[in-house]
């Protein structure tokens, strides 16, 4: 039991929660990375100085970073102890990106810095940032095709880019030249590691008003109150065995689906999560590192208790069993950029699927969950330059106990907003045909699926390559409690009179393309909740007369029966219908 | 006889007025106050009683200054108007789709339901280029049918929305014109008109947010103006807009949309002109209310604006507002453990009802307001007075087994915790929202009002190391204040989205005067009330690449390529503290604000002279303990109205007033200055709490 008064601890949580605050704000402020400026694609934390464990997160950082960065500082703390690295000093800032050492793909850079007060190491603060390129085979570092990490891009090892305090220009001559755009990426290094010192500063500020020694023990105070904390809410779970799935389409070169299945065991306040009749490890860029694995899973549950503060006592009650063998724990060489924008989220789908059975009240039938990602790279002849285009869409979310499914979604992983069309016409040669709502893909149920996104754009000028990494092409995102599964993703590319669907439904790589050719893509709509024979018939008939619905899908779907113009529910027609569940099917 | 003025706000709870009579004749201004109860159904009730209730015939009122709360409660009660909307093929559901967001990042759940149902968003064939060029026609006789559509489904107001219009307009005011022939009435808003700006989710959501509040705003300015006019009051009144500045009430239902969320830009106007007043040119505006509380950030004199607000979620209203940000802390705010044990406050709220456990009105669960009670801050004699169904060891009670007890502290030891913890949250509230506008709150005032504002403020101020307070003389009647010292104002944006280098600097200088045209015409319909105009041009710019836009204000001098250029840079380093040269600056938008200026008014007036006393001892109305830090304090307590000028008060003390309590925080000293505010010296952040060890 501690000894600290009460207002002490939550005065110190505050300031340590303030303080990520801070680094998050800072680094988007001043990133130039438009992946991070504006998508928020970073993160920022306190980590213990000898565990590595997370003390503290930022509240703005992207989901997926949730418990990530754990990892990472832990295998830097080991790799000092075993010797393979140097150990810290004040001033040194470490830069890792390795996905095996506790990362996510190539792209999300880490860095790590010792933080000293008075001469001792108190923590590490660390955080991560999505570069728009770390090299590799095509920009940006997604490759569908990549079948080992070196075509995805340059591996750092963590290593010092700043060797007390100053910049070690070498390591940096390395990084930019072997990465695109390099000219950049110098503010971005410079963005991270003004974050870093943010949080120093106020972290400073911090222990000078409370003492070291209070604040270390109010860290171990709050990690045993959040580890009690989340075990209060895996108590109210219903004890007992569940098994989900999840399905990732295919690798993206190997053409067969991967079966992400869980059994998850509640018991008491502990979840306990088996992975490990999951597929094996692929030949694509679909494969999960661990830290990746285990991020997911926690986000997952964050989504599903988003009051629980994010921090290592949280995660305490949780058992992931080491998924060995499995894609879910890719080794050096597998290629793993997939699996912080997709398999993360088809891990989390599995976490909804099993727990939406057991607490059907708290969590939603499955999310669009994909990011969507469709890349077009050109050279606009009336610009004289090539470009890259990216577009990242949602999709609906799943129907839950309480309403409807939300319609476009952002990703499960994701926090970031679409770009206009204006604004993409505006940098592409492209235009956009349409940008509406998917009718009719929200799944059916009591409470019914979000709907997905439905766009189609033409280049209008110059060659270019179209590649796509998606999911849920294959099988659409999961109902519950007998609800309908939502539309699958559809992809379509329309060159000339030719129609082109891609081989893996949802993955692809340099499709040329030409002027006046088009791309169309179709997003998942959201899972629906429960039977779709007891949603209410106004509820159909509004959503028939907003168009998000045929009158036939209507009777279809949801047997309810609507006639004449006003599209009035017939009630004994729908009586009857719903009596007799296979007249209506039929 | 002098001119008599009035300002009045209408709020949630209550609708405020001031009354200002000029100074005349060797007769000093003077004014006079009246709070009365807001009537929802009809706010110009409330407004007629307010004047009634300040004792003056309307017909007696040279001009009236309104803020209403009107078209902002009906958009967040969805009590709109019926809406329809014509937009470009392919693209009928941009209001719906959004930005691909969800609510809130963690919790895959949430409902949004755009102003316009689908039903009634209805396209048509036509599509504009980014360059204005016009990529498919206009089909006119299927425009002309969609809006027949639209009219016989009942929509009152219709919407024309169309990709690219801030580029080329041409079709959007083409289906105008064809409306204009057969709509039944005037509400036609042309997504342009109002915002000139790209991104069509933004400025197609603010158009129809125009659009869905238009004939309501329209309708009760007439019913106030015919009140107005049954009382006698001859001419026209000027109505506030939520970027500070007011606009003649004939002309604001036009951009109806512009009024939305103008309650709070008053009050920050107020700010911003009474510490300009007092000396102060950078002050933070914190205005702790029952429910959430309002921050805004005032530089140079000037509240900072906003093209980037929002509503509530999906309801981006992309004007320029003053930026005020809402914090979800106020004196109703509940005191809570959490499964893990820790203490907890907010945000959940006891509201107005079932309100503080102190109101009698029911509560039962620990709130900021009780809190204060129980430490003496507030009266409890006054407070528990209101209503005897509830005494102090009922609210007691509560305490202790809600905190105190789970806790292991004293009930004072456990409100004084809870006070502290509320303190910490909205302090790194503020700071992270003038840290994300580049500023170290540190070199910031802080002017509070609101009920509970100048309660909290000298703790709050020493927390974040700010050096002084200011609490003006009316803290309650903030808001009404600000409708009376607004000034004449109109904003105008209007999207270049071009490389600076690409810039036609002669089309730009003729946007800038067309804005300005259009200004000074708003302007005109009031110019009897300007004394003085000014014109304002600054511009929206970012790097090649960029996604987020720094405003910056018209360079000296002339306005050419490479001055904006110069401007852009130093106001991007002084932000960013970042150069770069080697990347090309876009200029995004070009705006025109055109300010007609009003006579000053004489803040002193505010304050009553008469009832000052002698000396300090003898404005001490009671003695009372008070709880500070973790100490009773015998403390005592002073009423405002008494405190002789210029007098130091020496904290710990309490200063009462009709409409507010001032904590005046140990080691901290307030002062009277000679315009009524009272202003308190924090001193330098001494570390409050030591290590334990």
């Not at chain 1, 590799?136 to 997604?142: I, L, S």
Request: with cysteine; glycine share 10%; charged share 25%.
């Amino acid at each position: 039991m501690t000894t600290l008064d009460p207002l002490t601890l939550a005065v110190v949580q505050n300031g340590l929660q303030q303080v990520c605050n801070e680094m998050d704000l800072a680094f988007s402020r001043s990133a130039f990375s438009p992946v991070i400026a504006e998508a928020d694609d970073r993160s920022d934390g306190i980590y213990h100085r000898d565990s590595g464990e997370l003390i503290a997160q930022g509240e703005g950082g992207l989901p997926v970073f949730v418990g990530t960065m754990q990892h990472s500082t832990m295998t830097i703390i080991e790799r000092i102890a075993q010797g393979v690295t140097a150990p810290p000093e004040d001033g040194d800032i470490y830069i890792v990106n390795d996905p095996y050492l506790g990362g996510t793909h190539l792209m999300d850079v880490r860095f790590a810095m010792p933080f000293y007060f008075r001469g001792e190491m108190f923590c590490w603060l660390s955080n991560t940032g999505h570069w728009p390129d770390t090299g590799g085979a095509v920009p940006g570092g997604f490759s569908a095709r990549a079948t080992e990490v070196e075509q995805e891009g340059l591996r750092l090892p963590p290593v010092k880019l700043f060797k007390r305090g100053e910049m070690d220009a070498e390591i940096l001559a390395i990084i930019q030249s072997n990465i695109r755009i390099a000219d950049q990426r110098i503010g971005d290094i410079k963005a991270q590691a003004a974050a870093l010192h943010v949080g120093a500063r106020r972290l400073g500020e911090l222990l000078e008003r409370h003492g070291t020694e209070t604040v270390d023990e109010a860290i171990r105070e709050m990690r045993r109150r959040s580890d009690k904390l989340m075990r209060s809410y895996i108590a109210e779970i219903p004890d007992g065995v569940y098994e989900s799935e999840a399905i990732v389409d295919s690798d993206g070169v190997v053409d067969a689906p991967l079966v992400i299945a869980l059994t998850l065991t509640v018991a008491g306040d502990e979840l306990d999560f088996d992975f490990s009749r999951s597929s094996p490890p692929c030949r694509g860029p679909m494969n999960s590192v661990i830290a990746t694995t285990y991020s997911s899973v926690y986000l997952a549950i964050k989504h599903i208790f988003p009051d629980v503060p994010i921090s290592a006592g949280v995660f305490e009650p949780l058992k992931i069993r080491r998924p060995e063998g499995t894609f879910l724990d890719a080794r050096y060489p597998r290629p793993v950029s997939g699996c912080a924008a997709e398999v993360s989220q088809r891990i989390a789908e599995a976490v909804f699927a099993a727990l939406v059975q057991a607490i059907p009240d708290v969590v939603t039938a499955a999310p669009a969950g994909t990011s969507g990602n469709f890349a077009l790279g050109g050279h606009d002849p009336a610009k004289a330059r090539s470009y890259v285009m990216y577009q990242l869409t949602g999709g609906g979310y799943g129907g839950n106990a309480q309403h409807d499914g939300l319609t476009n979604g952002c990703s499960t992983i994701g926090i970031s907003k679409a770009q206009p069309v204006e604004v993409l016409e505006q940098y592409y040669p492209v235009l956009f045909r349409k940008y509406a709502l998917r009718e009719g893909s929200g799944g059916a149920g009591r409470r019914r699926g979000g709907f997905g996104l439905e766009y189609e754009v033409e280049i209008l000028r110059g060659e270019a390559r179209a590649s796509f990494i998606m999911d849920h092409g294959r099988v659409g995102p999961q109902g519950a409690l007998g609800g309908g599964e939502g539309a699958r993703n559809r992809i379509r590319v329309i060159r000339g009179d030719e129609d082109y669907v891609p081989p893996h439904l949802s993955k692809d790589q340099d499709i040329e393309v030409g002027p006046g050719d088009r791309v169309e893509v179709l997003t998942p709509g959201g899972g629906g909740y429960g039977p779709a024979f007891e949603r209410s018939p106004d509820a159909v008939r509004r959503d028939v007369q907003r168009g998000y619905y045929t009158a036939e899908a209507a009777e279809r779907l949801f047997a309810v029966r609507l006639a004449g113009d006003d599209l009035a529910v017939d009630e004994a027609a729908t009586r009857a219908l719903r009596a007799d569940p296979a007249a209506a099917a039929s | 006889m002098a001119r008599m003025m009035a300002g009045i706000d209408v709020g949630g709870t209550f609708t405020d007025l001031v009354l200002l009579e000029a100074a005349g004749d060797g007769v000093p201004a003077r004014v006079r106050v009246a709070k009365t109860p807001t009537t929802p159904e009809n706010q110009a009730h409330g407004v007629m009683r307010a004047i009634g209730e300040a004792g003056i015939a309307p017909a007696a009122l040279d001009l009236v200054l309104h803020g209403t709360t009107t078209t902002t409660n009906a958009v967040l009660e969805r009590k709109v108007a019926k809406v329809g909307l014509v937009t470009t093929r392919g693209f009928r559901d941009i209001l719906e789709l959004g930005r691909r967001t969800r609510p809130a990042a963690y919790g895959m759940r949430g409902e949004f339901e755009p102003l316009v149902p689908r039903e009634r968003r209805l396209e048509v064939t036509e599509r504009m280029r980014v360059d204005g060029q016009v990529h498919i026609p206009l089909d006119e006789a299927e425009a002309r049918a969609r809006i027949l559509e639209l009219r016989e489904m009942g929509c009152e107001s219709l919407l024309i929305h169309f990709l690219h219009a801030y580029a080329n307009p041409a079709h959007e005011r083409r289906v105008g014109e064809i409306a204009a022939e057969i709509w039944p009435n005037g509400y036609i808003t042309l997504g342009h008109e109002l915002l000139s700006e790209f991104r069509e989710y933004e400025r197609g959501t603010t158009a129809s947010i125009n659009a869905a509040v238009q004939p309501i705003l329209e309708r009760y300015l007439a019913r106030l103006r015919s009140e107005l006019a049954d009382g006698g009051y001859g001419r026209d009144f000027l109505v506030m807009n939520g970027n500070g500045g007011t606009v003649a009430s004939r002309l604001v239902a036009a951009s109806a949309a512009k009024t939305v969320m103008s309650g709070p830009a008053s009050g920050v106007k107020a700010a911003a002109y009474t510490a300009r007043a007092a000396g102060m040119a950078d002050v933070i505006s914190y205005d702790m209310g029952g429910t959430s509380t309002d921050v805004a950030l005032i530089r140079g004199g000037e509240p900072e604006v906003s093209s980037e607000l929002q509503i509530a979620y999906g309801l981006p209203v992309h004007l320029p507002m003053i930026d005020v940000k809402t914090i979800g802390a106020g004196g109703g705010s509940i005191g809570w453990i959490d499964a893990g044990g820790i203490l907890k406050v907010g945000p959940e709220s006891a509201g107005a009802r079932p309100g503080p456990i102190c109101y009698g009105r029911g509560g039962t669960r620990p709130t900021v307001t009780d809190a204060n009670m129980l430490l003496g801050r507030l009266d409890p004699e006054g407070l528990l007075a209101v209503d005897a169904a509830v005494t102090r060891g009922d609210v007691e009670a509560i305490f202790q087994a809600e905190l105190a007890r789970p806790l292991g502290l004293s009930v004072d030891a456990a409100a004084s915790a809870m006070l502290t913890i509320a303190n910490t949250q909205m302090a790194g509230a503020i700071r992270m929202v003038s840290l994300a506008r580049g500023h170290d709150p540190r070199d910031f005032a802080l002017f509070a009002f609101g009920g509970a504002g100048p309660m909290h403020a000298g703790a709050l101020a020493a927390e974040m190391g700010l050096p002084r307070v200011l609490i003006p003389a009316r803290p309650g009647m903030t808001n009404a204040l600000g409708c009376l010292v607004a000034d004449l104002r109109q904003d105008y944006v209007n999207t270049v989205n071009r490389p600076l280098d690409e810039v036609d600097f002669d089309e730009l200088g003729a946007l800038l005067a067309d804005q300005r045209a259009r200004g000074e015409a708003a302007n005109a319909e009031e110019r009897g009330e300007i004394t003085e105009s000014d014109v304002r041009h600054s511009f929206d710019m970012q790097f090649v690449g960029q996604t987020h836009i720094l405003t910056v204000a018209a360079p000296e001098g002339a306005l050419t390529r490479e001055s904006l250029a110069a401007r852009f840079a130093e106001a991007y380093f002084e932000r960013f503290a970042v150069r770069l040269p080697e990347i090309r600056a876009v200029l995004v938008n070009a705006n025109t604000t055109v300010i007609g200026y009003r006579e000053p008014v004489d803040l002193a007036a505010l304050a009553d002279p008469t009832g000052r006393a002698a000396s300090l001892e003898a404005a001490v109305t009671s003695r009372r303990p008070v709880y500070f830090a973790d100490a009773w304090r015998e403390t005592p307590v002073f009423s405002r109205e008494r405190l002789p000028a210029g007098a130091d008060v020496a904290g710990p003390a309490i200063i009462e007033q009709m409409d507010t309590t001032i904590v005046i925080e140990p080691g901290t000293t307030a002062r009277l200055d000679d315009i009524g505010n009272i202003v308190v010296d924090v001193p330098l952040a001494q570390p409050t709490r030591r290590a334990a060890e």
